[in-house]
């Protein structure tokens, strides 16, 4: 997930702590209480994304690829980080400092706010298709939700509104709600958010604001948001799984010959009927694998697939099947050349640690899960053809994601 999507989160649930204690005997403590509970939750909620900062130990891309989402998305190393957060409040904050040292709830409170922000961003992460590997060193594969948008405005929503109603000034508190509203507009006005998702997430923060406003309690309020998101996501996973199943269905209908080996879905945001996806197959008698990517519709009679999002639409589309399903590009790779480089070439190796759709090729490796995103394919590799003076160093031992293709040979 994206930073801001972190932030709503940890501070939604952070609140939800704050409210759910009984209050301290003083209101100066009950405010440090407060600010301490969220703060500690939203910082543990975007703490491991600090593993940014280990990218350098790698060359482009693999630092990214390899060290973003690595060590400190791990439940092993939640707590050494859990630690260095505990440490950095107590030593810089002298109030909470003070507070902690004379009551239970606010120790509580602390330990509860932490250890939920730690496990909201190791789960959220969780849920796109980019992956973690939550237990290395027990198991060091890769784990994918294929679920949601890696930028969800429902967890905006849901979060942000209670959040934004808790505010004291009357002022700050209606621009934060029209910032939010705002937001919305805009990134449907940018093709991000088609007009059904648009409409739906208003609804869904006018209803969380109404309630607020006929004196339902914060935390019951916040309790609701936490139950929304909750069901959003186990709607999104339905959807996902019933989508791989048609898309394995039909691919399998295209080419009988094929073997699918994985679909790596991508959601679109607020939207459980479009989906893009990757699929990855395999011909060993042909000694030859396929990428293709596309588009899904889960109800076309609803909504074709052409009507889904355009930001994320294709215009090259090449195939239609029933306006269910879109393809737009396909590529064919060598099985003995991808097993050979992998052999061979160590840096291309340390890239297979991370590629789920590796397009490789004698020149460059490209995964394609990320072929349209807008900052251009971040995961892309020059192959040097064996030619790199040393191989990298400090290169994790993530399990290959396409060891299924490599198998052969490895």
């Known amino acids: 997930m994206d930073n801001l999507t972190h932030s709503f989160a940890g501070l939604g ?3 939800l702590v704050q409210r759910s204690l009984p209050p301290e005997a003083e209101p100066a403590r009950q405010r440090t209480r407060h600010r301490l509970l969220l703060t500690a939750c939203a910082a543990a909620s ?19 690829l390899l060290h973003h ?6 439940i092993l190393f939640a707590l050494p980080q859990a630690l260095l957060l505990f440490a950095l409040l107590w030593l810089l904050w002298p109030n909470a400092r003070a507070l902690l040292r004379e009551s239970r709830h606010a120790r509580l409170g602390l330990a509860v706010a932490i250890a939920a922000g730690f496990a909201l961003h190791l789960t959220m992460d969780f849920l ?16 994918y939700g294929d679920m949601v948008f890696i930028v969800e405005p429902v967890f905006w929503v849901a979060f942000g509104v ?10 700050v508190r209606w621009l934060a709600l029209a910032v939010l509203a705002g937001t919305l507009v805009y990134f ?27 004196h339902m309690e914060s935390r019951r309020a916040l309790a609701l948001a ?9 709607v999104q996973g339905a959807a996902s799984r019933l989508g791989r199943q048609r898309i394995e269905q039909a691919l399998q209908a295209m080419d009988p010959q094929s073997r699918v080996l994985d679909v790596a879905m991508t959601a679109f945001p607020a939207q459980p009927l479009c989906w893009s996806f990757v699929s990855v197959e395999s011909d060993e008698a042909a000694g030859s694998y396929r990428l293709r990517r596309g588009l899904l519709s889960l109800a076309p009679s609803w909504m074709h697939a052409r009507e889904c999002p355009q930001a994320f639409r294709d215009p090259a589309r090449f195939a239609d099947a029933e306006g269910r399903l879109q393809l737009y590009s396909e590529w064919q790779g060598s099985l003995p050349m991808l097993r050979e480089l992998a052999a061979r070439d160590c840096h291309v190796n340390a890239w297979l640690r991370f590629a789920r759709a590796p397009a490789l090729d004698g020149d460059r490796g490209s995964d394609m899960r990320f072929a349209a995103t807008p900052r251009g394919n971040f995961t892309t590799l020059e192959v040097a053809g064996g030619e790199h003076e040393s191989c990298p160093g400090h290169v994790p031992p993530w399990g290959y994601p396409r060891a299924d293709l490599l198998a052969p040979a490895l």
Not at 226 to 234: E, M, Q, R, T
């Open 69 to 74: 989402r690595g060590h400190t998305h791990t």
């Open 188 to 214: 449907s006005g940018k093709g991000y958010l088609g007009p059904g998702s648009l409409a739906g997430l208003l609804v869904l923060g006018a209803a969380l604001a109404a309630l607020r406003l006929l």
């Open 13 to 15: 649930v952070g609140e």
């Open 226 to 234: 936490l139950l929304v998101c909750v069901g959003f996501v186990a």
């Open 162 to 171: 209670p959040l934004a109603l808790t505010i004291g000034w009357s002022a």
């Open 128 to 143: 796109n298709s980019y992956g973690v590997h939550p237990f290395y060193p027990l198991n060091n594969g890769w784990f």
């Open 46 to 64: 975007n703490f491991p994304d600090l593993d940014l900062f280990l990218t350098r130990l790698l060359p482009a891309p693999l630092g990214y």
